[in-house]
DNA sequence: AGTTAGATTTCGTCA
DNA sequence: TGACGAAGTCTAACT
């Protein structure tokens, strides 16, 4: 991995064009090949940037261009694409090189899988007497999330969301209508769960007869595992 | 901007929890406060990150700790949620800062609104004799992209995409719900316009009666303006 | 390899 | 300020 920090403008072109003025900033050029132009804020997206796999080549400027001040230029293509980013240095404030070697990776833990987890272990939740059939149940156009049968033994079909919006009403709309053509399951009620409900989704959602529940994740977790937060 | 090369690992508690087990890694502490983690590798997202506002302190490790050989902690805590990133420094390698000061910031073009200014200019490729009514037509449900009217004078809505899914489809079609609800309006007939659109797309499209149409973007910038690519 | 759905998404825009 | 759609999205899972 090389660090530079340079005074630089930026140009790329390829699904689109986009340009930076000059300005101080930081650039990271990794072992793939790849190269990220940070500034000194904003979020963990860089002003500009190339994914691998690419390489980067760098040039001696033109007449014109060393005029205007430029030292050095980085020509920044893409493999398959034709994407190209170019960086026009005008003063390389900072430059080294670091050996980091091979990163063993992230290891997750939560979000939606385990919101589902929870839920199939706690489907009281979702209804007195409330059974599971089963998590992940295959349809025709994809897995529903939870398939269970309310207190008189009728499948209910549950999509769970983090944030529940418009589109997971659709993606459950889509389920339910093909699962009510199957004898052997209909009728097929619907719930909608999440642990934020948007107010179009659930207008959308109780519009089709769909009843939304809100999710208590914390609750869920403290009742499921007795594992402590780790801070 | 302070950049540290550090064999470190890092825990993260908020949302979900995560944790990155010991290796060398490329910390980057910007001026708002924030703090990246880069492997070598990878895309522009880093392993692990705070985003601003966010907090960093530096503390001593406890007895446990400097035994299993941590010399700092780093406790990222971000400003309104409860979110806290831990980076526990067993060496550090690398230790600079610099001043970037603000960043002009990136001027983009092209893409959607690039595509839905030279359909709305080049109408006539959604069939002969039509003719733009105007783009962004307001809905109770959000703007259509681009409302028309065919050779005999219909209404048509288009919805246009870079590139085609099943929820692009889905969106028109809520659209066409609610306008063709509308007798000043009604009937309204659909064009589902895209540089690229799925099979799954197109036959839900077709199934509900609306015409798919896919958008040639390089012919119609080519027609368009006559400013020729940067490199 | 292609497709789909989720993301600690981030980023813009508009009501 | 909140909500919704787009992104040069990225990423993982599944076909």
């Given at each position: 991995m090389r660090l530079v920090i340079a005074r630089c403008s930026v140009d790329y072109a390829g699904r689109l064009q986009a340009h930076l003025p000059l300005a101080?900033?930081?650039?990271?050029?990794?072992?793939?090949?790849?190269?990220l132009?940070?500034?000194?804020?904003?979020s963990?997206?860089?002003?500009?940037?190339?994914?691998?796999p690419c390489t980067l080549t760098v040039h001696e400027p033109d007449d014109d261009q060393r005029d205007a001040g430029v030292t050095e230029l980085w020509r920044v293509?893409?493999?398959?694409?034709?994407?190209?980013?170019?960086?026009?240095?005008?003063?390389?404030?900072?430059?080294?090189?670091?050996?980091l070697g091979v990163d063993p990776g992230l290891q997750k833990d939560g979000v939606e899988a385990h919101l589902q987890k929870l839920l199939a272990e706690q489907i009281e939740l979702a209804g007195d007497g409330y059974t599971l059939v089963r998590r992940e149940y295959m349809t025709a156009i994809g897995p529903v999330d939870i398939l269970a049968r309310d207190a008189v033994g009728a499948s209910v079909a549950i999509e769970i969301k983090r944030r529940g919006g418009i589109d997971g009403v659709e993606q459950l709309t889509r389920y339910l209508e093909l699962m009510n053509r199957d004898p052997?399951?209909?009728?097929?009620?619907?719930?909608?769960?999440?642990?934020?409900?948007?107010?179009?989704?659930?207008?959308?959602?109780?519009?089709?007869?769909?009843?939304?529940?809100?999710?208590?994740?914390?609750?869920?977790?403290?009742?499921?595992?007795?594992?402590?937060?780790?801070?």
């Open positions: 101080t900033r930081l650039l990271i050029h990794k072992n793939d090949g790849s190269l132009v940070h500034s000194d804020g904003g963990y997206k860089p002003l500009n940037w190339m994914s691998p293509t893409h493999a398959k694409t034709a994407d190209m980013l170019v960086v026009s240095i005008y003063e390389t404030l900072h430059d080294t090189a670091h050996e052997l399951l209909a009728p097929v009620a619907g719930i909608f769960a999440a642990q934020e409900i948007t107010p179009q989704a659930r207008t959308l959602a109780e519009d089709r007869g769909i009843r939304c529940l809100l999710l208590d994740y914390d609750a869920m977790r403290g009742i499921d595992d007795g594992v402590p937060r780790l801070f």
